[in-house]
């Protein structure tokens, strides 16, 4: 059992009420007691309304067209996360909590949610899959990424990569994983390869501001240090194949 975290929710002081919606998926795998999950010692309420919990014997999940350990997904978890793999492959039970909820002011909803997950570790889960950053990792690696006491930075829920782009020497840096927080993903097109890091930290910061509730309007105007002003074009939705999400793109100047 991994010593107990009280997990914090953090206030959004640029949110505005919107439309839009978070949403959380989540797979746990291991082999579960039936006792009450310690969640309380996380500082979790339980799951958020509009969230839930559903219980699966493993073999049942198998043959499902979205089941992630198999096929190229699966083939590449293994290659990346042996060791998770392995665990989440032989684990006899399988935790899916999913849901949707309305946009909100404070970060209660995901110091809830990871909380039980946190107490699912400790009463026999063993791997955790997060198919929005198409993540696996073991009890302990999670633990390590999740349990923070001043609460996991916004980095940490989300994956940035780097694709190249037709252009020789330019780059796209983009995210996934922000319908967490119920905003658009992030993206940046033609940066070129000397300012990769530079584009990196300022996908950080971007991510954050929208963690903390901020909105980017379409046409809005950014300023970032030592570049021209990049200009915010909206785009995408849930089905949209690169983020399974609504996107905002800045165009790096040439």
Known sequence: ????????????PHWQPSDEEILLQFYVFGNFG????????????GLPHG???????????RQWEGYPL?????????????EAYKLALDAPQVLVIRGRIKDSQATGYLRDTFGVMAALLDVGGT?????QIVSLLDADAWRRRYLIADGAPTRNHLLI?????????RSWVHTRGMRKFGRPDISLRNVPDRDIDRAGQLCERLAD??????????GQSLEAEGLPDLIAKLGGDLEHPDFNNTY???HWPD
């Not at 969230?51 to 999940?61: F, R």
Request: glycine fraction near 10%.
């Open 1 to 12: 059992m991994s010593k107990p975290v009280i997990l914090p929710a953090w206030q959004r």
């Open 34 to 45: 039936t006792g009450r999950p310690p969640m309380q010692d996380y500082g979790s309420d």
């Open 51 to 61: 969230v839930e919990m559903t219980s699966y014997h493993h073999n049942a999940l």
């Open 70 to 82: 198999k096929g190229g997904l699966g083939r590449m978890l293994k290659e990346d996360a042996a």
């Open 127 to 131: 791997a955790i899959f997060d198919p």
């Open 161 to 169: 990569m780097r694709d190249g782009e037709d252009q020789l020497g």
């Open 209 to 218: 501001l929208q963690a903390l509730g901020a909105h980017f309007a379409d």
């Open 248 to 250: 905002v793109e800045f």
